[in-house]
């Protein structure tokens, strides 16, 4: 079955609430108008109400029947509940009078309305950057128990149904150590198999099994050993070429022997930058559908959207975030 449509019948009549702070944007507005029409979950613009009702008449969006929450008109008794849960939360990092202040930009606004249960999870970015959208969710949602960094993974998909694969970390450590970056691969092995994509991760680098010899190489050698030890019962190999990751023929020359190399469908990058360009790269000349970035490793779901994303990748990426709120 279609990813979408396996997700889809997941969230199906669980009365799941996406808010989305960004609910003045069109392709986000234009998402909630079909993710309310399909049934699928219940959205939340947050944002001005005349900006939004503006912005939907402009764009021919009939929003009668999407929840709108305004800060601007939010009940004064809940906004100071609000403050003092982020006070007690941020504990001596933030006053009272700084935390009305912080709470007046809507991806803290979001966030701790994803944190108070207010709604299941919190899907932004089409405007901010990662780091404006996703700062107050590692401040207040915080990582799982046992996950120290969280990490930003794409589904990568194209054409036909089979042809799917995970990117990490292509949106949040700019250059992480050894035991980041085996912990990276861990966790994108188990959001793999979320995603009915049957893990096998290939910790990528410019060089296999020793080919080349740096620091850089050194560092996904030594993150694949902490793994392969974190998750033994995960098939994970590195350092490897891309080449010899996902190529048979290369594989067998470069890397013989590895039950990874030439059948990889979980690629993680050494680093942010090669992870980030790799994904639009795929995305943009490969033809992939790159859905994401999504947050790996928090309490509660967030998810950050790239500012060149399209309506349609809002409105999976609700989906992906609705059913990230289940687990
Ligand atoms: C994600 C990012 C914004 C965090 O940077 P930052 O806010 O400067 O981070 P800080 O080091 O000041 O930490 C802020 C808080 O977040 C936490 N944190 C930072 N990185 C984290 C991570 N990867 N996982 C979990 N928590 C993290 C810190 O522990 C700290 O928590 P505390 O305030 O409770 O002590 C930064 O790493 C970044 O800019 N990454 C690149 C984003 C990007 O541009 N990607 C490309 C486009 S997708
Ligand atoms: C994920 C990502 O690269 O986001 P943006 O394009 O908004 O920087």
């Given amino acids: 079955m279609d990813l979408f449509e396996s997700l889809k019948n997941k969230i199906n009549g669980k009365n799941i609430k996406i808010v989305f702070p960004e609910g003045q944007e069109p392709r986000i507005i234009g998402a909630a108008v079909r993710l309310k029409a399909d049934q699928i979950l219940e959205p939340v613009l947050l944002g001005q109400q005349a900006e939004i009702e503006k912005a939907a008449k402009d764009n021919g969006f009939h ?29 001596g990092k933030a006053s009272e009078e700084q935390a009305r202040e912080i709470l007046q930009d809507p991806n803290y606004f979001g966030t701790m309305l994803v944190y108070m249960k207010q709604v299941d999870g919190m899907v932004s970015g089409i405007v901010h950057s990662t780091g404006e959208t996703v700062r107050p969710a590692l401040q207040i949602i915080k990582t799982k128990p046992g996950v120290s960094r969280t990490s930003g993974a794409f589904i990568m998909q194209r054409g036909r149904e089979e042809e799917r694969y995970l990117f990490s ?35 990528l680098s410019f060089s296999t099994k020793g080919s080349a010899k740096s620091p850089e190489v050194q560092k996904v050698a030594e993150a694949t050993k902490i793994a392969q030890e974190l998750a033994p019962e995960m098939e994970i190999d590195g350092e490897l070429q891309f080449d010899a990751s996902y190529v048979p023929s290369v594989a067998a020359q470069k890397a013989p022997g590895s039950t990874v190399a030439g059948h990889a469908t979980v690629f993680v990058f050494p680093e942010l930058q090669s992870g980030n360009i790799g994904y639009k790269i795929a995305q943009r000349f490969g033809g992939f559908e790159a859905i994401g970035p999504i947050l790996q490793g928090l309490n509660q779901p967030v998810s950050d959207l790239s500012r060149g994303a399209n309506e349609e990748d809002v409105y999976k990426l609700a989906i992906i975030t609705a059913a990230q709120s289940l687990l």
Avoid: H, W
């Fill in 63 to 91: 929003i009668e029947n999407l929840t709108v929450i305004d800060p601007t008109t939010y009940p004064q008794a809940e906004f100071d509940e609000m403050v003092a849960a982020f006070v007690e939360r941020r504990k």
């Fill in 169 to 203: 970390d292509c949106a949040i450590n700019i250059n992480p150590n050894a035991q980041e970056l085996a912990e990276i691969a861990v966790q994108s092995g188990k959001t793999a198999e979320l995603f009915d994509i049957d893990p096998k991760v290939a910790l």
